[in-house]
């Protein structure tokens, strides 16, 4: 009998292949090989065969009498066979073996009079025939072979293995000819006579052997997977897409499963489908059309109608499971090319879907998966035409079965979660049910429950944590996955713009230009989301007040200012969470506006060939029906007018609608009402609408049908509240069939991340909140590096598109993992977080996210410092976490307990609580563990300890934590200010008293993380500056005592000034300006920091002064610098930097002149250090002059400009003298001399500075008179022991009047106060001439006088200044000078004017000049 010949992958039976005898002769016919003997032999072989076995088992046979005459046909027809095989071929003519060969077989396997075991044999001999001649076989031959195995018949009363044999070899033959190269030839008919004789089989096989069940099956399976592979090489065009005609034998449709009795009456197998040979195609002449669509289309309805459960009640699952099976393999199989015969995809969406629906449900999780596998496939291939299919699977099936609280068994959730994962693992699935439901104002938000099942069914509530809960992760880390992958593969960060309704358009009739181009629909569907939103809102607001309600959706542009009748109803239509209550009652209002919104609102529903029970239960399931007859008779009247006018040939008017609508509600009630004892029959039920068309009667098998379907399903009128339905009725599939024809086209997803934006802001929370507890339940390495995986997606999708407060969540969900923050007592913390994996693995992806995304975090900076500080005080950071990238030669090499000095100058360091460390940096502390220090003795530590830590010292690398802040130059500015303020958050607020070790040992170190990222961003030094300088000023305003903090604020101070002076000139004027903290310290502080601060002050002189522009720059520098003169330690060194601004008026300018001269004027004055420095300063002050007349020089010319620096450079001269006479008056000898004389060189070198008349003027007044006032008063009341010599320094003073005067005379002759100037020198030549030195007048300070007037008088005789003129009333400037000049010496007169002189010039009587002045 032989075994069944099972299908290989490829869907060729290995043993029915014999390669090496098939081949095609070179004139075209059977190709033999190269013995065509051989091949004869073989078939002369199979005819033998099944003549032995004929002889044995013919139920009539031959008379032994003739045995020529009493030969069977069938023996005869096969021995004629064996003479054909050897018969020759004549040259030319093509060979007829082919189809002869078959003939002898197929007639025994039709013949009635064959028994079992010839029918196996002739089966076994025809698939061997077939084998050996396949590729020669025409279409005829192989629908002479479908037939013969349609139409076989064996006697009855055989062995059950005879019969099982018979029918394994009819399966072969069948997958033979669906097999053969010619198969295509087979005809659509003789297709669906194969199949259905096959599924015979297979329903006949329920009865039988196991083995005949399973080849059974694989062969049905196969057949189908044969028919359908050919799908995708059949065009839209080939082929007509109707059904098998009624004459070429179709599928049986008379039992809903296509099955019929197997068995007649006399024992045969026989096909009633079945068509003779004699119908053929060759036969008849016909042309048989290869099989294509139709057939499909015929074989694809048969299958959906074995998922018929309706009819089916009770009957055993195993057959709805197989044909699943068959459907899911004709459906990977067709694919997508179903879609272009519409009679197929027809019934893919209907039919198929609606079965699907329905199977869903059952209890079998192995029907469960297969409907989830089909829906699968459906997706992948065809969703675009699958919309609304779609969502009521995963409204109906998916979000109903994967949670516990709708009755589902623990298998079924875990088959639909199991499917709901294989759906998130198709990258753009998300994407598009977020696009095509989500913003679909009349679809249910699907992407948010899918995300949001995930997200709940990933949580461990109450219970340990289960494979159901890993599946949930797995389906949350599929979808952003996808959302990962869509990042990778975008140009650019899509640009969203918010959504706003600037004006009112009817929100149900936007339309998307073109869903194909991105461009349009991203804008369309965001647009379309939105409105879904304030419909929502609106809707919350009209359950809790209609009227308000309303306002608020006017207010959003959704509704008119003035509200028509339209757009309420459409509101109610289209608007998902209404109260129906609420709906029910204003369509059922008698207010005019309310009964016109009523209208229009049943305008929005589509009745055409429906129903009229189902046209009504979808009208009623959107709002709840009122109770009051009057508003019940307002609702189905409008009911009824439009159901009329879309089906005006069901009813003679529109009052019968009413009516019989009325009638359908009352029996509702009498059939489903408990309180109703006695229930409406279906007569009564006829009897009470007898003549209402019109005045005559309805058809009663459609009053029949109604009546049947009330009592079998009740119409709710009070329908359920909620988002949609869990539940797929009838009616309701009805419905959405008819929607699906008009819904908008389906959006296929792209693989850029257009909408992950919105998306991700939707299940961000959630999928967070699921990740922790996942990652806080499990202790499986595996499941929480899935954990990681998921923390760093949401990282990347958060920062790709800017969700900072996303990020910020999940870097306090990671904190909490890392065990840093937990501030409770434990022995050794560092081996306790090197033996947790969990606490290692929070703390990596912590600092990867911190590294890699710091650009979107905000407030989390925050959390992220305190597990910073945490392994800051464990000593586990690396020594340079705190240095700055910018300069490292500046960086201090010295460290303590693993952190970085605060600046260069050396500090006493505050130790850490806790456990005292030795040496610094992650490998001091591991070094730490391994040394034993003999003060304090421990025990040896264990392998498991130094594996342990280990482990944390390569955690704490991987981490890579310094790189947060040398690399925050390349932060967002948002992220680097919220970097800045955690910082000083984490300091916290400095106090006036002393804090603890440990408080301040973390606020050195936030200041230090501060100014690193300060230096590191001098770029952007106008965002952070604010923020440093009122940190830094806290701390120093709050500190009253030296202390390691107020030293790193300073010298951070100063640094940072010194660092950034050379690049932010716009910002300089602040920079500088915050210098005058440092004039602020408490004095103690001051002291302890002076020569430090004023050596950092220098360097930054030094090295920035060309940087340095403004006054109240230089003035907050020389200001640092003069307060050191009187400083032991730091005068000298503040002292260099001002001969280094002054020397050679190197850095000296108008806006620092003011100030350097002060300065040296305070170290001019200072004791501090010899009198040298003194007398440098006053050098330094003297030869300041060149500037000055540089200056003028170069100021010099016509404008108002020029004068007003002209006057700026005398009014320095002025400071520049009134310094010099300050020190002129200094106690010291050697100082005072040399003012003196500096003095007199600044008033004397004045060549190249343009001094006006009035300017002179006031350096008599305010200089040089009051410098002789000055000493006068300190000679006469002071010790000689606090001022030694006066005497040389009064000569000094004489002498530099007389110079300057005599200089200046020609100048000073022209002023109009020339006479009150003269009389003021003789006025003080006078007062020095009584001086008294050490009790009695000076001789020498007499002559010196005497001799410095004489000189002086005689120039202004020479330069006829002095002279008496002739002139009535005398000249009061000559009388007097002669009356102060007697007081001095009375020989003076004579000496300087002979009497001749005198004669003469009294005599000459020459005119008053213009020199003459006139005394007052």
């Known amino acids: 009998m032989g075994r069944p010949r099972m299908l290989n992958a490829g869907g060729i039976d290995p043993i029915a292949e014999e390669p090496h005898l098939r081949t095609h002769s070179a004139d ?172 015979r089989v297979v329903h006949q096989a329920v009865v039988k052997g196991d083995l005949l069940q399973r080849f059974s099956r694989h062969a049905m399976h196969e057949l189908v997977r044969c028919i359908f592979a050919r799908l995708p090489q059949i065009g839209s065009g080939d082929g007509a897409d109707g059904a098998v005609k009624p004459e070429m034998g179709g599928m049986d449709k008379n039992n809903p499963f296509g099955i019929r009795q197997m068995e007649n009456g006399n024992g045969s197998y026989a096909s009633e489908t079945g068509a003779s040979d004699e119908n053929a195609a060759d036969g008849s002449g016909l042309v048989v059309e290869p099989y294509g669509v139709p057939c499909m289309v015929e074989i694809f309805h048969f299958l959906c109608s074995l998922l018929n459960v309706v009819e089916q009640i009770g009957l055993d699952e195993d057959l709805p499971l197989f044909a699943l099976k068959l459907i899911n393999s004709a459906i990977e199989l067709g694919g997508s ?135 949930a992760l797995e389906g949350l880390i599929a979808v952003i996955q996808g959302m990962v992958d869509r990042i990778g593969n975008a140009t650019s960060r899509p640009e969203l713009m918010p959504v706003e309704l600037g004006e009112y358009t009817p929100f149900w009739t936007v339309k998307c230009e073109n869903f194909s181009d991105p461009r349009h629909w991203v804008k369309f569907v965001r647009q379309r989301k939105y409105v879904k939103r304030r419909l929502m809102i609106g809707a919350d607001h009209f359950n809790r007040d209609p009227k308000k309600g309303l306002e608020f959706l006017q207010g959003t542009h959704l509704l008119p200012e003035k509200l028509d009748p339209q757009s309420v109803a459409c509101f109610f239509r289209y608007t998902a969470g209404l109260d129906k ?123 029949s049908e109604l009546y ?62 699921a990740l922790a507890v996942v990652f806080d339940h499990s202790e499986h390495e595996e499941v929480l ?65 911190a590294n890699r995304y710091g650009d979107c975090i905000r407030t989390g900076w925050r959390n992220v410092l305190d597990c910073i500080l945490r392994l800051h005080k464990l000593g586990l950071l690396p020594a340079r976490v705190a240095s700055d990238a910018a300069d490292d030669s500046e960086l201090s090499a010295e460290t303590v307990q693993g952190k970085a000095a605060p600046s260069a100058v050396p500090t006493s360091h505050i130790p850490v609580m806790g456990t005292p460390r030795k040496s610094s940096g992650l490998m001091g502390r591991f070094s730490q563990l391994l040394s034993l220090d003999s003060e304090e003795p421990r025990s040896q530590p264990t392998e498991q300890q130094l594996a342990a830590h280990q482990r944390t010292l390569q955690t704490i690398q991987k981490c890579r934590i310094d790189s947060i802040f040398t690399e925050s130059k390349f932060l967002q500015p948002d992220s680097l200010l919220q970097l800045a303020r955690a910082l000083i958050w984490a300091a916290g607020r400095p ?25 590191n961003n001098r770029d952007r030094i106008v965002l952070l500056w604010q923020g440093v300088y009122e940190h830094i000023a806290n701390i120093v305003q709050s500190t009253v005592m030296p202390c390691a903090l107020v030293e790193k604020a300073i010298f951070g101070l100063l640094r940072i000034c010194q660092r950034l002076l050379p690049y932010k000139e716009n910002l300089a004027d602040e920079l500088l300006r915050s210098l005058q903290l440092v004039l602020k310290l408490d004095a103690r502080v001051a002291d302890a920091y002076c020569e430090n601060i004023t050596q950092e002050v220098a360097r930054l002189v030094k090295a920035n002064a060309a940087h340095i522009k403004s006054q109240m720059g230089w003035r907050t520098v020389v200001l640092l610098l003069s307060i050191t003169a009187r400083h032991p330690d730091a005068s000298e060194v503040g002292f260099e930097a001002i001969m280094f601004i002054m020397s050679e008026g190197a850095h000296l300018s108008i806006a620092n002149y003011a100030f350097c001269i002060e300065a040296s004027r305070q170290f001019a004055e200072s004791r501090v250090g010899l009198v040298d420095r003194s007398t440098r300063a006053l050098d330094l002050m003297s030869d300041s002059v060149r500037s000055l007349a540089l200056w003028s020089q170069e100021t010099r010319g016509a404008g108002e400009e020029a004068e007003k620096g002209l006057e700026v450079i005398r ?50 007044d305010l200089v040089i008179f009051a410098l002789l006032d000055d000493l006068l008063e300190i000679s ?109 010496s009375t020989s003076l007169l004579s000496e300087v004017f002979p009497s001749q002189e005198y004669e003469q010039q009294s005599n000459a009587g020459s005119p008053r000049g213009p020199n003459a002045v006139e005394a007052d």
Not at 737 to 751: A, E, F, H, L, Q
Not at 826 to 841: H, I, M, Q, S
């Open 581 to 703: 209550n609420l709906v029910g009652d204003f369509l059922g209002n008698h207010d005019e506006f309310c009964v016109q919104v009523l209208h229009e609102f049943a305008q929005t529903f589509d009745f055409q060939e429906m129903n009229l029970d189902t046209a009504l239960r979808l009208f009623l399931e959107t709002f709840r029906l009122p109770g009051e007859s009057q508003k019940i008779q307002r609702v189905l009247e409008a009911f009824s007018d439009r159901y009329y006018e879309q089906s005006p040939q069901a009813f003679a008017n529109k009052d019968t609608a009413l009516v019989l609508s009325y009638s359908i509600i009352m029996l509702n009630t009498d059939q489903h009402n408990m309180q109703v004892k006695k229930k409406m029959t279906e007569d009564d039920f006829i009897k009470n609408n007898r003549n209402i068309n019109g005045g005559s009667d309805l058809p009663r098998e459609m009053l």
């Open 1211 to 1260: 009014e320095l001269w002025l400071k520049l003298l009134q310094a010099l006479k300050k020190l002129s008056l200094d106690q010291r000898e050697e100082v005072r001399n040399h003012a003196l004389a500096s003095l007199q060189q600044c008033l004397t070198a004045t060549e190249g500075i343009c001094l006006q008349s009035a300017t002179w003027s006031h350096a008599f």
């Open 337 to 471: 090319s179903i879609q272009k015969h519409p009679k197929l995809l027809s019934l893919v969406q209907d039919e198929l879907f609606r079965n699907l629906m329905q199977f869903a449900l059952s209890t079998n999780p192995l029907i469960l998966s297969m409907v989830c596998s089909i829906a699968l496939n459906l997706y992948h291939h065809l969703r675009a035409e699958l919309k609304l299919q779609l969502e009521a699977f995963f409204s109906c099936i998916i979000l109903r079965l994967a949670q516990p609280r709708f009755g589902a068994t623990y298998h079924q959730q875990e088959v639909a979660m199991e499917a709901l994962v294989d759906f998130c693992r198709q990258k753009n699935f998300m994407v598009e049910m977020y696009a095509n439901l989500d913003c679909d104002i009349t679809c249910r938000n699907v992407f948010e429950e899918l995300a949001n099942l995930l997200s709940k069914s990933a949580f461990p509530i109450n219970c340990p944590l289960s494979s159901m809960h890993i599946l």
């Open 785 to 849: 590096l899935t954990c990681v995986d998921g923390f760093l997606g949401v990282a990347k999708i958060s920062a790709f598109h800017h969700l900072e407060d996303v990020l910020d969540d999940l870097v306090v969900s990671l904190c909490k993992f890392t065990t840093l923050l937990n501030t409770s007592l434990v022995e050794e913390p560092v081996t306790a977080f090197g033996d947790d994996l969990k606490a290692r693995l929070a703390t990596e992806t912590l600092f990867t996210i």
């Open 28 to 199: 075209g016919g059977l190709g033999l090989g190269p013995d065509p003997t051989a091949i004869a032999c073989a078939i002369s072989a199979e005819a033998s065969a099944v003549l032995a076995v004929m002889r044995r088992g013919l139920r009539h046979p031959r008379a032994a009498a003739d045995d020529a005459a009493a030969e069977h046909p069938l023996v005869a027809s096969l021995r004629a066979l064996r003479r054909l095989a050897f018969a020759p071929v004549p040259a030319g003519s093509p060979s007829s073996l082919p189809a002869a060969a078959l003939r002898p077989f197929l007639d025994a396997v039709r013949s009635e009079e064959a028994g079992a075991a010839v029918t196996s044999a002739s089966l076994a001999a025809l698939h061997e025939v077939m084998s050996l001649t396949g590729p020669a076989l025409p279409g005829a031959a192989l629908r002479e072979v479908v037939d013969a195995v349609a139409s076989c018949r064996f006697e009855a009363g055989a062995e059950p293995a005879a019969e099982e044999a018979v029918l394994m070899r009819m399966l072969q033959a069948l997958l033979a000819c669906l097999r053969a190269p010619a198969a295509v030839a087979l005809g659509d008919q003789h297709v669906c006579t194969a199949v259905n004789t096959c599924f």
């Open 708 to 769: 049947q379907s009330i009592c079998r399903n009740e119409i709710k009128t009070t329908p359920e509240q909620g988002m949609g339905y869990f539940e797929m009725s009838p009616s309701r599939w009805i419905d959405l069939m008819r929607k699906s024809k008009s819904t908008s086209p389906y959006i296929v997803g792209d693989s850029q991340p257009f909408l992950d934006h919105d998306m991700f802001a939707v299940m961000s929370g959630p999928t967070i909140a």
């Open 1276 to 1384: 006469q009341n002071h010790s000689q022991k606090d001022y030694r010599n006066m005497e040389g320094s009064l000569l000094l003073a004489m002498k530099l009047v007389a110079k300057v005067y005599l200089q200046l005379l020609p100048d000073l002759f022209g002023l109009s106060s020339f006479c009150k100037l003269w009389l003021g020198i003789l006025s003080r030549m006078e007062k020095y001439v009584k001086i008294k030195v050490r009790g009695k007048r000076s001789d020498k300070l007499q002559e010196q006088i005497l001799e410095l007037l004489k000189n002086i008088l005689l120039v202004m005789k020479n330069k006829r200044i002095l002279a008496k003129r002739s002139t009535i009333g005398g000249d009061s400037l000559w009388e007097l000078t002669w009356l102060h000049t007697n007081n001095i």
């Open 991 to 1015: 106090q006036k008293v002393a804090s603890s070790p440990d408080d301040e040992d973390t606020a050195v170190f936030c200041l230090e993380l501060l100014i690193a990222i300060t230096l």
